[in-house]
């Protein structure tokens, strides 16, 4: 049985159709990516798979149950878990406060929440900022407490909205390293991801979404050299340095 089915999903936003009739599917362990220019139906897409929207139309299946009128901190407790690409930790709560609001999805304990929120702090590098107040970090510390809030919540599948948008190079790379050990661990990632060095080089798979309709779906090599998506969103530019 596969992880993930998602069987002819759509939704619409008054007259703009933000995800039309898509279809796909993952398996146990894998690292897919979901690329497309602005507005393509991405983050809708998220949305949808984590109980955020009601899709009009199609069915979402998560370790073979549908997640039909499921609440998100249900299919949370599932094993499906997602970051926010405008992330908003509670800003007064210390950086181990905010952790402990997501590993308490898998605890009634305080105390064992507590301690599962250092494990994940300490794993992503944050554990030094512990009892910082959440808004006082960078946008890099933001991100990385973002992926620790919802690692914390222990997924099997993990959903990551822009978790590199706006970092440097080297603070890229450090998310990178980070993800490729969840995923070692057996976590899922479905990677939505405008950084294309980061997203080519942690995908199994790429699928590419152009006004809410996939247009391209294959190893990332392939995607990269689809004339449709270099059309549609990668350029002449992109196809330039590729090929360096
Ligand atoms: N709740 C909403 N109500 C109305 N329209 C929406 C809503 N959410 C998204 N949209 C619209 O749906 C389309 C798809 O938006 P979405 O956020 O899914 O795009 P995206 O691919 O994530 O883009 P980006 O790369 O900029 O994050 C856009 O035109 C957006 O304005
Ligand atoms: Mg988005």
Redesign the pocket.
């Known amino acids: 049985m596969s992880l993930l089915e998602v069987r002819a999903v759509a939704k619409r936003?008054?007259g703009?159709q933000?995800v039309s009739d898509l279809t796909f599917g993952m398996a146990d362990g894998e690292v897919l990516g979901l690329i497309?220019p602005?507005?393509?139906?991405?983050?809708?897409?998220f949305n949808l798979l984590s109980g955020f929207l009601a899709a009009d139309a199609g069915e979402i299946l998560f370790r073979g149950r549908s997640l039909r009128g499921l609440r998100p901190h249900q299919i949370c407790h599932l094993g499906l878990t997602r970051t926010f690409?405008i992330v908003r930790p509670f800003p007064h709560l210390s950086v181990l406060e905010n952790v402990k609001v997501g590993a308490l999805a898998r605890t009634a304990s305080a105390r064992d929440a507590a301690a599962r929120a250092r494990r994940v702090l300490e794993e992503i590098g944050l554990l030094a900022k512990a009892e910082v107040p959440a808004g006082e970090l960078t946008l890099a510390e933001r991100k990385r407490l973002e992926l620790a809030r919802a690692l914390a919540t222990e997924p099997v599948l993990l959903l990551l909205d822009?978790v590199m948008a706006g970092l440097t190079a080297a603070e890229t790379e450090r998310i990178v390293e980070l993800v490729r050990a969840i995923n070692r661990r057996g976590v899922a990632v479905l990677l939505?991801e405008?950084v294309m060095r980061a997203v080519m080089s942690l995908s199994e798979r790429i699928i590419v979404?152009n006004y809410g309709e996939r247009i391209a779906e294959g190893p990332p090599a392939v995607i990269a050299n689809d004339p449709r998506v270099i059309e549609a969103y990668l350029g002449e530019e992109y196809v330039g340095a590729a090929q360096g």
């Open positions: 936003f008054g703009l933000a497309g602005n507005g393509a139906g991405k983050t809708t897409v690409q822009e939505i405008h979404l």
